[in-house]
């Protein structure tokens, strides 16, 4: 799993998630392309990423509405273009914490 440069356009959930913290998703993924931890939007962390077979997939918080301490575990979802590709992202995830 990479960072992409492709479009994560069209993307949407799909039941994958996993519970981590942000600082260790910050080692694994490397950092969010959308940071605003202030609780004021749906998403406080966004990434975009690709599978090892360059399906492009999302990483995000959804509706926490606070601010999220470094450390602090929660339920992250992943979104993707099907159920495949997001259950695909959550074992290249998971294999990496």
């Known amino acids: 799993m990479k960072k992409t440069t ?4 069209g993307t949407s959930f799909h039941d ?3 519970d981590c913290s942000v600082s260790t998703l910050r ?3 490397g950092e969010p392309v959308y940071e605003c931890n202030d609780g004021s939007d749906k ?3 966004d990434w975009e990423m690709e599978t090892d077979n360059g399906d ?3 990483v ?3 509706k926490e509405y606070r601010a999220l301490k470094e ?7 992943i979104g993707g ?3 495949q590709i997001t259950e695909q992202a959550k074992h290249e995830i998971e294999s990496g914490l």
């Open 56 to 58: 492009v997939f999302t």
């Open 71 to 77: 450390d602090e575990i929660i339920q992250w979802h």
């Open 43 to 45: 998403t406080n962390f």
């Open 60 to 62: 995000y918080d959804w």
């Open 16 to 18: 994958s998630t996993f």
């Open 81 to 83: 273009m099907s159920k």
């Open 6 to 9: 492709k479009s994560a356009g």
């Open 27 to 29: 080692k694994v993924l």
